[in-house]
């Protein structure tokens, strides 16, 4: 299925641009968190969150009382941006140095989640998103919490990807010259994990946090 309109259309280097939600979903999955821009009181704003996604759905999730949960609610003109860097691209020339990247642009209405199946499981793709088996291991949200946490829903029915990838692409002229050009690679990883220094001897690492399981 196609996420691709007249707004989605990637217009500068169309080649890099791509549409199927089988290309766009693994990105979203990927990213740990999304930017989300939109209107408030005739200004832009872009803020940093959060996010899962279920099927066709994107969830995002925060304090009730924040600006961008209050803002976007029937909003119908969000922008979600999720970008995953994988290298830099070093040129022989300074004009063509780049990034490797895979982002998405998604266009969407924002709507509070009232469902709270809908919401609990909401909650739950974000935990899980972050670190799987995590929400099964810990405290449930009590009522207090859920009702402080706001979660908005965003359908994936506009969307795009552009990804660059591989070598630079020099000018031909500029190929002779003696200067060392490629990709320095970059990666998104999982690193130590450091305990609370509070955290009592007798806790030991659960599984789903060992090496190898993250
Ligand atoms: C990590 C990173 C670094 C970048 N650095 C630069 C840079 O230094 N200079 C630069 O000019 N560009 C850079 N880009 C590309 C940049 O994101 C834009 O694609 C580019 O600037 C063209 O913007 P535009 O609004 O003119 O695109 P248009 O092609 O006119 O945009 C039309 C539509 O295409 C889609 N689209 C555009 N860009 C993206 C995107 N990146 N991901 C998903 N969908 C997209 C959106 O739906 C947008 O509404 C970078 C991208 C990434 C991910």
């Known amino acids: ?32 968190y999304c930017h989300v821009g939109f209107n ?33 609610p029937g909003e119908n003109n969000i922008c979600v941006t999720i970008t995953l860097v994988d290298g830099i691209v070093l040129a022989r020339s300074a004009f063509h140095h780049s990034l490797n990247y895979r982002s998405v642009v998604i266009f969407g209405k924002g709507e509070i989640v009232e469902d709270p199946q809908e919401k609990w499981n909401a909650l739950k793709a974000v935990s899980d998103h972050l670190v799987p088996n995590r929400w099964d291991d810990v405290r449930e949200p009590n009522q207090k ?24 692409g020099d000018d031909d002229a500029d190929y ?12 998104l990883k999982k690193g130590t994990l450091i305990p609370d220094p509070v955290l009592p001897d007798s806790i030991g690492i659960p599984d ?3 090496k190898g399981s993250l």
């Open 176 to 187: 002779a010259l003696p200067i060392w050009a490629g990709v320095l690679t970059t990666e």
């Open 1 to 32: 299925m196609t996420l691709k309109t007249e707004r989605t259309r990637v217009r500068r280097i169309p080649e890099r641009g791509h549409y199927d939600k089988e290309i766009i979903y693994p990105i979203i999955d990927e990213a740990l």
């Open 145 to 168: 919490e859920l009702d402080a946490t706001t979660v908005i829903s965003i359908s994936l029915e506009e969307a795009s990807a552009k990804i660059r990838s591989g070598p630079p």
């Open 40 to 72: 408030h009181n005739g200004s832009p704003v872009v803020i940093p969150t959060i996010h899962a996604r279920t099927n066709g759905t994107l969830y995002i999730h925060g304090s009730a009382a924040s600006r961008l949960l209050k803002s976007i």
């Open 208 to 210: 789903y946090l060992k």
